[in-house]
T-cell receptor
Framework: DGGITQSPKYLFRKEGQNVTLSCEQN?????MYWYRQDPGQGLRLIYY???????QKGDIAEGYSVSREKKESFPLTVTSAQKNPTAFYLC??????????????FGPGTRLTVL | AQKVTQAQTEISVVEKEDVTLDCVYE???????LFWYKQPPSGELVFLIR??????QNEISGRYSWNFQKSTSSFNFTITASQVVDSAVYFC?????????????FGQGTTLQVKP
């Protein structure tokens, strides 16, 4: 069964802590993406990676970091520098990020709450 | 500017009613792709349709249909004879060909509630 897995489903963080959200795909896709979803604001792009060992900032990268050491994995770290991290985080992948017609496949999401 | 606007924040209908979700986009690209995604309560976005800027044919898939009009920069989505299972958040998205990144520009989403 091919797809994207995200863990954990729910995550609670104390202020000042860094946390890492996991995203794994077995679709053999080159491109991976991280989005943040807030109520009434749609999805906003945090970081994306078109190929292993390369990634680019999206529209709201401040306070976040990523790595892409393996094709199937794209973890997102929410650092203490992120002022308002409580949100729903979605990971996605596509076959080839350079081609506009490729749809993105999404994981089930991680809901992060800062206590 | 590259932008997608879904002016309807929430829509509520009774089962079996038809409902149209509006999507208006802005782009300076002549080649671009438009998408619709469904987000059920479980949270995972599900791909519904892709349309390129050169194909203005309307598309029908079961109870779903899409109306793409370049003249008005709109890509509207209609659900015929709505069902409770259609309750979800629906997103329209744009991918300008010139970006070469696959980055999607999402609208704010429309929450559809279908009541029995």
């Amino acid at each position: 069964d091919g797809g994207i897995t995200q863990s954990p489903k729910y995550l609670f963080r104390k202020e000042g802590q860094n946390v890492t959200l996991s995203c794994e795909q077995n679709l053999n896709h080159d491109a991976m993406y991280w989005y943040r979803q807030d109520p009434g604001q749609g999805l906003r792009l945090i970081y994306y990676s078109q190929i292993v060992n390369d990634f680019q900032k999206g529209d709201i990268a401040e306070g976040y970091s990523v790595s892409r050491e393996k094709k199937e994995s794209f973890p997102l770290t929410v650092t203490s520098a992120q002022k308002n991290p409580t949100a729903f985080y979605l990971c996605a992948s596509s076959i080839d990020g350079r081609l506009a017609y490729n749809e993105q496949f999404f994981g089930p999401g991680t809901r992060l709450t800062v206590l | 500017a590259q932008k997608v606007t879904q002016a309807q924040t929430e829509i509520s209908v009774v089962e079996k009613e038809d409902v149209t979700l509006d999507c208006v986009y802005e782009t300076r690209d002549t080649t671009y792709y438009l998408f619709w995604y469904k987000q059920p309560p479980s949270g995972e976005l599900v791909f519904l349709i892709r349309r390129n800027s050169f194909d203005e044919q309307n598309e029908i898939s079961g109870r779903y249909s899409w109306n793409f009009q370049k003249s008005t920069s709109s890509f509207n989505f209609t659900i015929t004879a709505s069902q409770v299972v259609d309750s979800a958040v629906y997103f329209c998205a744009l991918d300008p060909y010139s970006s070469n990144t696959g980055k999607l520009i999402f609208g704010q989403g429309t929450t559809l509630q279908v009541k029995p």
